[in-house]
């Protein structure tokens, strides 16, 4: 049971690449999550899914795509990198419980990226 | 917007004293809330939580208060270790919140010198 898996865990950019970054967790969760976290600001949500086929905007959406075409993977992609999306990303999951209780979300190990 | 934030950026402790970092939020009606724990180059790791029908709840040398009265959360880490050093987070999740996705405060740098 590997939890949350995030790949690449390092990457260099130029300005304008593209890139995808991969999400995989193996806990049958519904719900998945991408947030950056900078210095200084903590971690911001940038997009979610609640499930299978979904996505919705967080926080800090402006400059990402995201897709979930299947319940254990969760996308996130950049198609024109720009230096103020030099970050660390980390991706997370949490079960659905019915609406009755929440629970904590588990993180992967993230990924650094470095737009130059 | 509203937002989960902590009192202080960094603490440091000596040793085996008891740490408390504090942590204040602006949602009164978040019905749940996490303490992560992160060290360096790590993603964020689940220390304890609390629902809003409880005032506290402890753990292994961890104890979380929750005062809603004047929305404070802190966490309290008992004869704290040098590996008790990291980043502490404490995370909302208000009601009706898309995705019921955590809202993150700043975070406080933990010290610990032997």
């Known amino acids: 049971n590997a939890g949350v898996t995030q790949t690449p865990k390092f990457r260099v950019l130029k300005t304008g690449q593209s890139m995808t970054l991969l999400c995989a967790q193996d806990m049958n969760h519904e719900y998945m999550y991408w947030y950056r976290q900078d210095p200084g600001m903590g971690l911001r949500l940038i997009h979610y899914s609640v499930g299978e086929g979904t996505t919705a905007k967080g926080e800090v959406p402006d400059g990402y795509n995201v897709s979930r075409l299947k319940k254990q993977n969760f996308l996130l992609g950049l198609e024109s990198a720009a230096p103020s999306q030099t970050s660390v990303y980390f991706c997370?999951?949490?079960?659905?419980?019915?609406?009755?209780?929440?629970?904590?979300?588990?993180f992967g190990q993230g990924t650094r990226l470095t737009v130059v | 917007g509203e937002s989960v934030g902590l009192h202080l950026p960094t603490l440091s402790v000596q040793e085996g004293d008891n740490s408390i970092i504090n942590c204040a939020y602006s949602?009164?009606?978040?019905?749940?809330f996490i303490w992560y724990k992160q060290e360096s180059g790590k993603g964020p790791q689940f220390i304890i939580d609390?629902?809003?029908?409880?005032d506290k709840r402890q753990g292994q040398r961890v104890t979380v208060l929750l005062n809603k009265t004047v929305k404070h959360l802190s966490l309290q880490i008992a004869a704290t270790q040098p590996g008790d050093s990291a980043v502490y987070f404490c995370?909302?999740?208000?009601?009706?919140?898309?995705?019921?996705?955590?809202?993150f405060g700043k975070g406080t740098t933990l010290s610990v010198s032997s």
């Open positions: 609390i629902r809003s029908n409880m």
């Open positions: 949602n009164s009606a978040s019905d749940y």
């Open positions: 997370a999951s949490r079960p659905w419980t019915g609406g009755l209780f929440n629970t904590e979300a588990f």
């Open positions: 995370a909302e999740t208000p009601p009706n919140q898309a995705g019921t996705a955590l809202i």
